[in-house]
T-cell receptor, first 114, second 116 residues
Framework: DGGITQSPKYLFRKEGQNVTLSCEQNLNHDAMYWYRQDPGQGLRLIYY???????QKGDIAEGYSVSREKKESFPLTVTSAQKNPTAFYLC?????????????FGSGTRLTVV | AQTVTQSQPEMSVQEAETVTLSCTYDTSENNYYLFWYKQPPSRQMILVIR??????QNATENRFSVNFQKAAKSFSLKISDSQLGDTAMYFCACQGSNNYGQNFVFGPGTRLSVLP
């Protein structure tokens, strides 16, 4: 079955460390997205990519970086510059033609700073 | 750009009864798309229903239906015959017809509890 796989499900980061969250999709979708969700709040866009080797900053890109070397993969790195990284991170994808059908989401990664 | 407001942070409903979740939005675009997503305790985001703004007919998916009032910029979700599995956060979202990415905006969510 097609879908989006995020790994790991839980991730712990020490102060000053960079960590990378994985997002892989086999839906043949062109566009991919990263969202951050804090407790009791909605989703805020971090980065998005419409095609391979291209990506754009979202509303809260500071302290994060991404790459899009393959259509299937859109990893997110949380750098030490992100001062409050503890949150739930969701990856999503959509097709260029079918994007009006909404996004498909992964099951998320919970990142905790220890 | 779009903005989405959900004025009910929390709601509860008895099993088998009907509940309506409110959503208002604002957009400068002539054509756009509206969505309701469900996020159960598993945190997986699930698309519940979608509505294209140029279609006047309200969308329906089984027990889920919307009341789309374009002039009022209102997009409420009605859940009929509520089930325990409907307990979740519900997010309303609006997407402009062009330049997706930043053009897809979520509301803050409504936490729905279905009581036995």
């Amino acid at each position: 079955d097609g879908g989006i796989t995020q790994s790991p499900k839980y991730l712990f980061r020490k102060e000053g460390q960079n960590v990378t969250l994985s997002c892989e999709q086999n839906l043949n979708h062109d566009a991919m997205y990263w969202y951050r969700q804090d407790p009791g709040q909605g989703l805020r866009l971090i980065y998005y990519s419409q095609i391979v080797n291209d990506f754009q900053k979202g509303d809260i890109a500071e302290g994060y970086s991404v790459s899009r070397e393959k259509k299937e993969s859109f990893p997110l790195t949380v750098t030490s510059a992100q001062k409050n990284p503890t949150a739930f991170y969701l990856c999503a994808s959509s097709g260029v033609v079918g994007f009006r059908n909404g996004y498909t989401f992964g099951s998320g990664t919970r990142l905790t700073v220890v | 750009a779009q903005t989405v407001t959900q004025s009910q942070p929390e709601m509860s409903v008895q099993e088998a009864e009907t509940v309506t979740l409110s959503c208002t939005y604002d957009t400068s675009e002539n054509n756009y798309y509206l969505f309701w997503y469900k996020q159960p305790p598993s945190r997986q985001m699930i698309l519940v229903i979608r509505q294209e703004a140029y279609k006047q007919q309200n969308a329906t998916e089984n027990r889920f239906s919307v009341n789309f009032q374009k002039a009022a910029k209102s997009f409420s979700l009605k859940i009929s015959d509520s089930q325990l599995g409907d307990t979740a956060m519900y997010f309303c979202a609006c997407q402009g017809s062009n330049n997706y990415g930043q053009n897809f905006v979520f509301g803050p969510g409504t936490r729905l509890s279905v009581l036995p």
